[in-house]
């Protein structure tokens, strides 16, 4: 069956301390996204890739990194500088046509302390 | 600018009709979606519109006028399962696939 996977479902981490989110599709997708949202919010994004290789920043990249080495994958680093860590983090994934519909992953709760 | 506005909640009965709106503002439109999420879990697609009128896919029907900047989710025979947060999102003109999401409207469907 083919979806999107990201690990750990919970994550819990001290401040100061990096951390990187997984994110993996294989669906063939081309596209993958990074998003974060907050509790009664909706989804805000932070960085997004079009093809391996090559990233843009969103409307909320401070404080964090990506790397698009693979067309699978998409991890997100959650870095010290981001004031706000603490939230659910979303990755999806799309192709190039259906209108670039998305499909989610099941999300990461990160927690730090 | 970028705007997209959607009643932050809203509350109706099993078995009835509910229709959620969503207006926005963006420099170039192509495309708008609706996604359905339930607490803590990831969203699912609903939708899509790109062109004026109405798609109807089940239970589920969307609308959208490009003139007036605005669409609406119907959902009839409304059952306790769609208790969720709707969320409409819109794709602008040379983003790829980038959506800029509205706050999404939290749906309570009571007894």
């Known amino acids: 069956d083919g979806g999107i996977t990201q690990s750990p479902k919970y994550l819990f981490r001290k401040e100061g301390q990096n951390v990187t989110l997984s994110c993996e599709q294989n669906l063939n997708h081309d596209a993958m996204y990074w998003y974060r949202q907050d509790p009664g919010q909706g989804l805000r994004l932070i960085y997004y890739s079009q093809i391996v290789n090559d990233f843009q920043k969103g409307d909320i990249a401070e404080g964090y990194s990506v790397s698009r080495e693979k067309k699978e994958s998409f991890p997100l680093t959650v870095t010290s500088a981001q004031k706000n860590p603490t939230a659910f983090y979303l990755c999806?994934?799309?192709?190039?046509?259906?209108?670039?519909?998305?499909?989610f992953g099941p999300g990461t709760r990160l927690t730090v302390t | 600018g970028q705007n997209i506005d959607q009643p932050t909640e809203m509350t109706a009965t099993e078995g009835a009709i509910v229709q959620i709106n969503c207006t926005y503002q963006?420099?170039?439109?192509?495309?708008l979606f609706w996604y359905q999420q339930h607490a803590g879990e990831a969203p699912t697609f609903l939708s899509y519109?790109?062109?004026?009128g109405l798609e109807e896919k089940g239970r589920f029907s969307s609308f959208l006028s490009r003139s007036k900047g605005y669409s609406y989710l119907l959902l009839k025979e409304l059952q306790m399962k769609d208790s969720a947060s709707y969320l409409c999102?819109?794709?602008?003109?040379?983003?790829?696939?980038?959506?800029?999401f509205g706050q999404g409207t939290e749906l309570s469907v009571k007894p």
């Open positions: 999806a994934s799309s192709r190039r046509d259906r209108g670039y519909e998305q499909y």
């Open positions: 999102a819109v794709r602008e003109n040379n983003q790829g696939g980038k959506l800029i």
């Open positions: 519109n790109v062109l004026d």
């Open positions: 963006t420099s170039g439109f192509n495309g």
